[in-house]
């Protein structure tokens, strides 16, 4: 039982270009987010997602893209990365849908920096 | 949407002192309040969490309080200790139980460090 992993621990980009995070849970959860952690202004919500072919915008949503195909995987996907996506990304996941019944459960970050 | 403010973004106390950091909500639905503890390049975990039909709760050293009417809610550390230090979040979940899915909105974070 690996918990959420997350891949690339680390990753440099040139302004412009595209990349995807990924996130895998092997704990069957239904509910999957993503999050970026920037000083001074805790963890925001990026997308998230309730179930295989289910997502939805969180607050801040622009530039990135998701899909969830399958239970176990919610990808983080930039578009043409700028400056301002350097950024720590947490994908989190949790059991059930009624927030608070369970823990959510963090990855262990992927640090992002564009150039 | 839900906002949710913390203070103070650093505090330093001495082993031993008690640490306390705060947090308001603006969303009156809000009922679920964790609180998470990071360390220096690790992910945030869950070290306590309070409902909206409790006024306290304590796990050992920490405690949370939390008051409906003004609401906030704190989290309290006594006789702190030096692995103590981190940075500590508090989030809330408006609607948590309904359909809102748990769109927990996060704090900015206090860094706490303990003096040896």
């Known amino acids: 039982n690996a918990g959420v992993t997350q891949t690339p621990k680390f990753q440099v980009l040139k302004t412009g270009q595209s990349m995807t995070l990924q996130c895998a849970q092997d704990?069957?959860?239904?509910?999957m987010s993503w999050y970026r952690q920037d000083p001074g202004m805790g963890l925001r919500l990026i997308h998230y997602s309730v179930g295989a072919g289910i997502t939805d915008q969180g607050e801040v949503p622009n530039g990135y893209n998701v899909s969830r195909s399958t239970t176990e995987d919610f990808p983080l996907r930039l578009l043409s990365a700028a400056p301002s996506q350097t950024s720590v990304y947490f994908c989190?996941?949790?059991?059930?849908?009624?927030?608070?019944?369970?823990?959510?459960?963090f990855g262990a970050g992927s640090r992002l920096t564009v150039l | 949407g839900e906002n949710v403010e913390q203070h103070p973004s650093t505090l330093s106390v001495q082993e031993g002192d008690s640490a306390v950091i705060k947090c308001t909500y603006s969303?009156?639905?809000?009922?679920?309040f964790p609180w998470y503890k990071q360390e220096l390049g690790k992910r945030p975990q869950l070290i306590i969490d309070i409902r909206s039909n409790v006024g306290e709760k304590k796990d050992q050293r920490i405690a949370v309080t939390l008051n409906k009417t003004a609401k906030h809610f704190s989290l309290h550390i006594t006789e702190t200790q030096p692995e103590d230090s981190a940075v500590y979040f508090c989030a809330a979940i408006p609607n948590a139980g309904g359909t809102s899915y748990g769109k927990l909105t996060f704090g900015q974070g206090t860094i706490l460090t303990v003096h040896p």
């Open positions: 969303d009156s639905a809000s009922n679920y």
């Open positions: 704990m069957n959860h239904e509910y």
């Open positions: 989190a996941s949790r059991s059930g849908l009624i927030a608070g019944a369970n823990v959510l459960t």
